[in-house]
């Protein structure tokens, strides 16, 4: 099922909103060492590629649209990024299919305002080994943004933190973007057993 309000636009478009590299290093670290990483809705890779620079384990990139998997399974071989497995699944109705306690990170990018934003954290929760962490970033509502859903279905930083508490994340932490990403707003949250 896609989201309300989901789509993307052209690529470089996309891109112009994010200095990636600066942002991830933000929200995930420079290395995760040899933990897994899942991108829920990757899009056309623009955090997928360099997130498995960062590991030595398998990054997979879960989206519903056939075509964005496809072309970012032919980025990820034109780039010789061998641990990236894009996967087309509708991870909102049907979850990730992942192992439970399996991944060290989870990437949840612009995706909070859908119809159940907490299905998401659970299923993120349930995948993630002990004292993983699933990182957020959505669009912010408080400044006027080039793109984005509607401002009424944005979630604040207040609510997703509510929602990681609710889905049973601990540590929350919310991560200033700054000139990385200044439309959106960021944060962390581990799992602790």
Request: proline letters at 6%; aromatic letters at 8%.
């Amino acid at each position: 099922m896609k989201g309300r309000e989901s789509g993307m636009p052209a690529e470089s478009w996309w891109s112009s909103f994010y200095d990636v590299e600066q942002a991830l290093d933000i929200l995930m670290g420079s290395h995760i060492g040899d933990g897994n990483i899942v991108d829920f809705g990757s899009g056309y890779g623009t955090f997928t590629l360099p997130a498995a620079l960062r590991t030595s384990g398998i990054v997979s990139a879960l989206d519903i649209e056939l075509e964005l998997i496809e072309q970012l399974q032919k980025k990820a071989r034109n780039l010789n990024r061998l641990n990236i497995e894009a996967i087309r699944r509708d991870f909102v109705n049907d979850g990730t299919g992942l192992e439970p306690n399996s991944q060290s990170h989870v990437m949840i990018y612009n995706l909070l305002h859908i119809e159940n934003p907490i299905i998401l954290l659970r299923e993120a929760n349930r995948i993630l080994k002990p004292s993983g962490v699933v990182s957020v970033m959505h669009w912010r509502s408080d400044i006027p943004t080039p793109r984005g859903p509607s401002l009424t279905i944005r979630p604040s930083p207040i609510q997703c933190e509510q929602w990681s508490a609710n889905a049973g994340f601990k540590h929350i932490q919310h991560l200033p973007l700054g000139e990385s990403c200044p439309f959106h707003f960021g944060l962390s949250a581990r799992k602790i057993l």
